[in-house]
């Protein structure tokens, strides 16, 4: 803790009827929701602050219970943070808006403590395993040990069970709270506070921790965009990630350190991801270019690169630079320190600007190293086959194509999820009967959704009758979520219902992601796409109508294993090539094909026979498209697009090096080419924008 002034009491605000005084560390800790709460109830408080040595050699020995905090009200005290938090919460509004809300918000608040103490082990690693705490440790004879082993250890025991429990419930909650954006009611209560508060702390130390439970994510989004919130964020006692020095210093001495803060550039400390960072960063260095472009339009160019100097990284963002507690510093440690350091370099006065572009640049090429390691670990825990990086050196053009000619090998059948599931022993028939009721009811809902899809019209969609349904799955799942092993055979029951239904579509069409698939296998994986996943998030907030597709969607990746089994295969056949290759991939070369100029003749012979007379201003129009669809599969289908397919089979025959220039994708045979074609995340790529169309290439070869 600061050791100035240890026992300093800080007037946020002049005294009033009734009289608060809040004491506690000076740090936010346990004492964080409790000032939330006060400022959120627009309430004057005293806030005390002790120090470290000041409570141990005084201050606990007269401490109300021995321990802090405590709140003074008038000549009465209060202990124990979370029976403050609660009064305060009931005083201010925050406790629930009904008897039955407030006792769930208490259960709620119950179940956390459960969590924090099952958890402590490992929140104990990891707050030894930052960097920061192990040189402070060191600086005044404490041995943390091999904080990072031991950190490894306790997250694989303690954490990931611990953290699967309590947050599987509470994104259980919060879906079943529906669009209100909170854990319990249709209005921001206290446990809302307490768990976004605690994911920052999380963040913080164990970046990617908690990415899984996209609820609760999308909880801290909208909690931490509360502009009551943020007011107070900004205002707040900058609390900085220090030690005591005195000799008995201890981790729970009270602050959970922060994001670093900002004067003029600040990240929300809660909810920015590196990637969210970055991207704010890049748009502040372009807003300085434009300043610094400005300031020396009068300087030639040759003048400004003398009086640039180059950027060195720091020692310790070097290969093999090791921290302070001796352990070697991670790829995404050196990052995030250089993010930090560009951040403070943006707010400098006088700015640098040459030296911030050098830096943003740095970041970006290790973000793409970060990524690519980041990209193998998911593969293997994807897939279960681990995917090393090569060597830099050892990365040739050969190499890079070799490997996607592998990854266009790979298959995967759905003969498994069009077989009949068979009543289990161990159900009752009564039980199955249910489930059977239950999946054809959900699927008539996704076949429904797929129709209106091609029809391009929100207006289309059965809105009563699908809301019912909807409303129906999601009781059902409540009742059967727990039973894994029920679960599993429900999922496939459900998948072979869709199936039965829309197996034989012509094509499907994603209307918001204006993304038009071939197959039914393309259809279910596209479910699972982070394109799509991202788009129903942003549904569910929109009006009723379009909410539901939302909430089909999610549930369709909730109740079902097929769209993450076959993304974990497209992901296998896309992905892994390029972390194989470090992320460097090919350029068309001389002899690459097909050419543009090729593509060019290709369009204009088959363009307007197959594709129509669209008109390309319009392909934004989902009705539109939805309209010009069936004509268009139609004639790629009749003598015209046979005739098409077989000029393409022929001409692509006869290369050795094929390249998609819409995904940088190069391999050196026919068939590693018509795979990459089929694969959803080339289909993704959406070609009703690359200037041709309906793109002859990738729907010909689909059909």
Known sequence: MPDSNPHQSNLIY?????????HYFDGRGLAEVIRQLFHFGDTEFEDIRIGWQEWQETVKQTAPWGHLPWLEIDDRVLTQSWAIARYLAQQFGYAGGTPFECAQVDALADQFKDYWNEMSPFFYAMYLNDPEIAKQAKAVGKDMGNARENFEKQKKEV???GRDKFYGILAKEYKKNGSTGRLVGSSLTWIDLVVVDHMGVVDYFAPGFLDDFEEIR????KVNAIPKLQEWLKKRKHT???MAKEESWSPHQGEWPRKRECNTLSFDEKICTLKEQINHLEKIVKAL????????????DQERRKNE???????????????????????????????????????AVPVNYPLCRAKLDHVNQMWNDVMVEQMRIALKDTVGESTDTLDPQDVTEKTIIAAMDESGACQISLAEYKRKPVQPKRISRNVWMEHLKMAKKFADVIAHICTVHRSGDVGTLEWTTTQAALSSVEHWEDKWMNNEAMMKEIGKLIVYEIM?????????????????EYNVKQFLAHFASGTHCKKARELIDSDLRTMLFGFADKQMIDLTTIGDELHGFYSQQFTAPLVKSGAKVPQASKNSIPTVEYLDELEEKYGLAINGDIDQTK?????????QLPGVIKRHKSPIGKQLFKQLHEYLGKGTSLYCRRCHWKVSNRASYYAHLMNPYHVSMNYLKDGHQFNLLTVSINR
Do not use: W
């Open 619 to 627: 392909l934004e129009d989902a009705v539109y498209v939805a309209k």
């Open 159 to 161: 954490g990931e069970k």
């Open 240 to 242: 900085p990630h220090a």
């Open 309 to 347: 100097q180059p950027y060195v990284p720091s020692i310790d963002l070097e290969d093999g630079a090791g921290s302070s507690s001796g352990r070697t510093t991670t790829e995404d440690e050196k990052l995030r320190r250089l993010v930090n350091e560009l951040a403070e370099d943006c707010n």
């Open 289 to 300: 270019a434009t300043a610094y472009e400005a300031e020396n339009k009068d300087v030639d």
């Open 500 to 516: 039965r239904r829309v197996e034989d579509y012509e094509y499907y069409n994603c209307m918001f992601c204006n993304v038009v």
């Open 14 to 22: 002049t005294a009033v009827m009734p009289v608060y005084k809040l």
């Open 218 to 221: 999308e909880l801290q989004k």
